[in-house]
């Protein structure tokens, strides 16, 4: 997003804060492109409805785990993060999903879901708060809503959420359920562009920095799936290369800085936090092989 | 003995000149300084690199709704008492100019547009009474001439564009190229002694071919983007058709043309001739250099060299296009555009006859967009303004000052999706 006259804009302050370099496009912008561009996205309320539902559709695919102290330590954590997010208007929640499969999803509005697999690969909290802190990204970017086109011209037919939100005829709720549709495609199959996934890798792990956190969590958590969960991770076309993800994080960690100290691990809180989860059936496979 | 004949092929359709519409309505208002730009559908046309730079996928479509040519030929005539009569040809069209989509596809863009980059529907019918002729004591009493000429060409093609990296994009269109073009024209010259010349001439001629356009935009910092195009019309097939009939009872002696004698005292007599024939005249490769600088969000200022190589008998001629564009808030911009229409004619010399004529063009065009979230709709204008000379009477030594004023008058709207 390039800098415009409106410092006040909540994307622009995100700019500003997380130090993102400006596209070599960013002159090119007229200011009624960054008027639009600008503008839509404050309509967090709107987006939290999409969301729900698309979180609700969700929910109806893989249950959310029975783990009542589990969540509410998640929620605890990515509360924590979402601190720090340049999402004013977001309220965000956070649920763990009750598969095996190694993944995180995010919904517009703050719905944010970690699956049981992918916690159980995570050896501490930094690791927990950089996948957290990556999904906090993807709602705060507004990734979904522009992946969907939904981030602009409030005024069409199909496209724009206002009208989601406020038609009643069929041709409303045939939007609806195509703009669901290609939400779930979007999570389950063909992912986010490359440039979204790496953003949210970026301003991911400088919330996870921003909040006390070991800079390197998503690295280490990402090249552990990686070993021993290449098959599965090959499988999952929501994400770019493990290889470039890698290599874009590692690059902004060296010029990341890490203050006071190192950052935390909490690995013991989470280890007690989690224990339900590490000591069930599926948990306990998966201990052997990755813990 | 006539005073006047039919010209050759090329008074008839403006070949002279490049830029004979300016195609698009935000390029339009900026004068046609695009090449830098061309980030909407109209980039297809200036530069096709542009449409991998656009903001969204959209499409435009751009019509003149009014366009009014004058072209005036000084003191072309004489009279018996010694007044000099001008010569005026009017062109008036409305047509839409431009229609273009483009949408992601792909790692890219792909574009799919329209366009009428030149168009003219010429007419002259205009009478003089008691006209000097070069029978001794025997003037033309009445002169008729009718003139109704139309020239369109049309370019139909895809596009595509990718961004080669964060500040470099490519693109090329590959248009179909159609022209054209119809000339009737008809004289009648009616002598003071009852003699008289009668000439109708009527042409009709299609060319098809191809346009690649080449283009590249590199935007070495965030304010500003330099843009460089190629492009070059090849005529794969040409049809021209060329119809003659005249008689001329004033001649002194039997007109003798391909060994055939026309003797006009007799008053059945009547020439008549009818050709067809294939050229295939490709147009000059054309290269445009430009360069856009971004003031601010709410300014930027553009400008566009363009190069045009000789061939046959054309010229090798250049062109500047220069625009600015502001926005006087974020729903309302303003445009204003400065450029040149060079001939590709040489000068005309005082010792040769039967030249082409030479008229440099400057025009200028102003517009205001006004744009809604997902729409815009333009308004724009155009004005131009050329003088020059010409040889308006076949095998004549005599040279006439030319006036061409052109006046624009176009509406535009855009939807982006």
């Known amino acids: 997003m390039c800098q415009g006259n409106k410092p006040v804009s909540a994307l622009v302050v995100m700019v500003m804060v997380i130090g993102l370099a400006a596209r070599a496009d960013c002159g090119r912008q007229r200011i009624n492109v960054i008027a639009k561009e600008q503008e839509a996205p404050a309509d967090w309320q709107t987006e939290a409805w999409f969301g729900r539902k698309l979180a609700a559709r969700i929910l109806g695919s893989i249950p959310l785990c029975d783990c009542p102290a589990a969540n509410r330590y998640l929620n605890l954590v990515g509360s924590g993060l979402a601190l720090y997010a340049p999402a004013p208007g977001a309220v965000f929640t956070f649920g763990i999903l009750d598969s095996e499969k190694v993944n995180a999803y995010a919904t517009p509005g703050g719905y944010i879901f970690v699956t049981k697999g992918a916690i159980l690969r995570m050896r501490n909290e930094a690791e927990l708060a950089a996948v957290l802190g990556h999904e906090i990204a993807h709602v705060s970017c507004h990734h979904m809503v522009k992946s969907l086109g939904l981030n602009r011209h409030q005024d069409s037919a199909v496209g724009g959420m206002a009208v989601l939100v406020g038609g009643t005829t069929g041709s409303f709720r045939q939007a609806i359920s195509q703009g669901l549709e290609k939400g779930l495609e979007i999570l389950f199959d063909t992912g986010y562009s490359r440039k979204q996934e790496l953003e949210a890798d970026r301003i991911g792990m400088q919330l996870a920095v921003t909040a006390g956190y070991r800079k390197d969590g998503l690295v280490n958590f990402l090249k552990r799936i990686h070993g021993f969960e290449a098959s599965a991770a090959e499988d999952d076309r929501s994400h770019p290369t493990w290889k470039v993800r890698l290599q874009q994080l590692e690059a902004s960690m060296d010029g990341l800085h890490q203050d006071p100290g190192p950052g935390q691990t909490r690995e013991e809180r989470f280890n007690e936090a989690f224990a339900q989860l590490f000591d069930s059936d599926i948990g306990d496979e998966h201990n052997r092989s990755s813990r | ?417």
């Open chain 2, 1 to 417: 003995m006539s005073i006047t004949a039919v010209q050759g092929e090329d008074g008839f359709a403006d070949d002279q000149h490049y830029v004979n519409v300016l195609v698009g309505s935000r390029a339009a208002s900026l004068g046609g300084a695009y090449t830098a730009l061309a980030d909407d559908p109209s980039g297809c046309y200036y530069n096709p690199a542009g449409i991998a730079l656009a903001p969204y996928q959209s499409f435009s479509a751009s019509m003149n709704v009014f366009q009014r040519s004058l072209k005036t030929y000084e003191h072309a005539l004489a009279d018996t008492e010694g007044n000099l009569h001008d010569w005026e040809q009017e062109s008036s069209t409305l047509l839409p100019n431009f229609f273009g989509v483009i949408k992601n596809f792909g790692k890219g863009v792909l574009g799919i547009s329209y366009a009428v980059p030149d168009a003219i529907n010429r007419r002259q019918r205009q009478s003089f009474r008691n006209i000097q002729s070069n029978i001794a004591g025997n003037p033309v009493e009445n002169f008729t001439i009718d003139i109704n000429d139309s020239d369109r060409t049309f370019l139909f093609g895809p596009s595509y564009a990718v961004r080669l990296s964060d500040n470099l994009s490519l693109g090329g269109t590959l248009y179909v190229y159609y022209r054209d073009r119809e000339v009737v024209r008809n004289q009648l010259l009616q002598f003071e002694q009852g003699q008289h010349y009668w000439i109708n001439y009527y042409e009709t001629r299609q060319d098809w071919g191809l346009r690649p356009i080449l283009g590249l935009i590199w935007e070495p910092h965030q304010k500003l983007a330099l843009g460089l195009t190629a492009a070059k019309t090849f005529v794969t097939s040409g049809k021209l058709k060329q119809q003659t009939t005249f008689r001329d009872s004033s001649a002194d002696s039997p007109y003798i043309i391909d060994g055939i004698s026309y003797d006009f005292s007799d008053t059945d007599t009547l020439y008549f001739d009818s050709t067809t024939t294939h050229p295939s005249d490709d147009q000059p490769l054309s290269l445009t250099l430009g360069a856009s600088y971004f003031v601010s969000p709410r300014l930027l200022a553009t400008m566009d060299l363009s190069f045009h190589q000789a061939e046959d008998q054309k010229e090798a001629t250049w062109n500047l296009a220069a625009g600015a564009e502001y926005y006087l808030t974020e729903s309302i911009a303003l445009r204003l555009g400065l450029y040149s229409d060079r001939a590709n004619t040489p000068e005309l010399s005082s010792n040769a006859t039967n030249q082409a004529e030479h008229v440099d063009i400057y025009g200028a065009s102003f517009g205001v967009a006004v744009f809604s979230q997902q729409s815009s709709l333009s308004l724009g204008f155009g004005y131009a303004r050329g003088e020059g000379e010409a040889q308006i009477v076949s095998d004549s030594l005599t040279i006439q000052d030319v006036t061409i004023e052109d006046l624009t008058i176009y509406l535009a709207a855009g939807y982006s999706f």
